[in-house]
């Protein structure tokens, strides 16, 4: 039987690839934002009426297949689409040292301190060097050589290029650039699954958890927190034996409540709310309400963690 993936609410990069999809067949979502609205909406209604598909407006499998022609999108990319919106990142956005993550780029946040950027830009000029001379013109060889340089050197790189942090140009402008190639897209997607995605895997598959929101609250970890951390798995493995949950449902608000507890001070009350919205599957995070179920995403098994 056809599920929803998405509806109304969602918003990211697979939205995008729906509405320029619908333009292309004649269906106007009046613009292509990356956000699922009343437009979108009635676009792909148009297109179901036109293919004799059930009218919904949302987009369920046999939706996605029909219009798209492409697989299904995976948990990878869907939990990928969450986060990002919760980061409040795309593949082209550039901070300079605001946080003491000396330069923040890219549709996670990927950072130049903890050597990420540097991966991703020595890559791109390994696999595409010309896209390198397209994003940074006469400065691409100056930022190879940054990406190659010590970590001293690189932080104080950062720190030269900073403006009340924000990026100064003309990097600003280039990391833009650079984003936006499908090629270094593609190559920032790699990264995720490599360094995020993976080891939510795991995590997930020790926690007990089965599900796509089980699935996705353990990547929102694991790019927000780093992972779940001693203290909050010494408070899950307590709260577990005391009171064993019924239900996932319960065990991933265990899991949410013990990795908001552990987290910094300043910064519980976001944790909080990113977390418990994900484990029950709607919340408000950052003042926008959000249903998972809009974005692909509920008790469904998840197929990395059976």
């Not at 609250?217 to 307590?238: H, P, S, T």
Request: charged letters at 25%.
């Amino acid at each position: 039987m056809t599920r929803k993936l998405f509806g109304r609410g969602a918003q990211g990069d697979l939205i995008g690839k729906i509405q320029v999809a619908l333009n292309d067949q004649g269906h106007d979502t009046k613009g292509v934002d990356e956000i699922y609205g009343k437009d979108t909406a009635a676009a792909a209604a148009s297109f179901q009426e036109a293919q004799g598909l059930p009218v919904t407006g949302l987009v369920d499998d046999d939706t996605w297949l029909a219009l798209m022609q492409s697989p299904i999108p995976g948990n990878d990319e869907r939990t990928l689409q969450l986060t990002a919106v919760f980061e409040g990142h795309g593949y082209s956005f550039a901070l300079g040292n605001w946080d003491g993550a000396w330069i923040t780029w890219g549709i996670i946040g990927f950072t130049l301190k903890h050597g990420e950027i540097q991966k991703i830009l020595l890559n791109v000029n390994a696999r595409a060097p010309q896209l390198m001379d397209y994003a940074f013109g006469d400065k691409a060889q100056e930022i190879l050589r940054i990406m190659k340089a010590s970590p001293a050197e690189q932080e104080s790189w950062a720190n030269s290029v900073s403006v009340q942090g924000r990026l100064a140009e003309p990097w600003r402008s280039g990391f833009e650039r650079l984003g936006g190639a499908p090629e270094v897209r593609e190559e920032q997607r790699n990264r995720v699954r490599e360094d995020y995605f993976l080891p939510s895997v795991v995590n997930a598959k020790k926690m007990g958890l089965r599900s796509e929101l089980g699935m996705a609250l353990c990547f929102d970890i694991q790019v927000q927190n780093g992972g779940i951390g001693r203290k909050a798995r010494a408070a899950i493995r307590e709260s577990v034996e005391r009171y064993p949950p019924a239900h996932e449902l319960e065990l991933r608000q265990v899991i949410a409540e013990a990795v908001a507890e552990a987290s910094r001070a300043a910064y519980r009350t976001d944790v909080r709310q990113r977390k418990m919205t994900v484990a029950t599957g709607r919340g408000s995070v950052h003042g926008h309400q959000f249903l998972l179920e809009d974005w692909g995403l509920s008790e469904e098994p998840a197929p990395e963690l059976a």
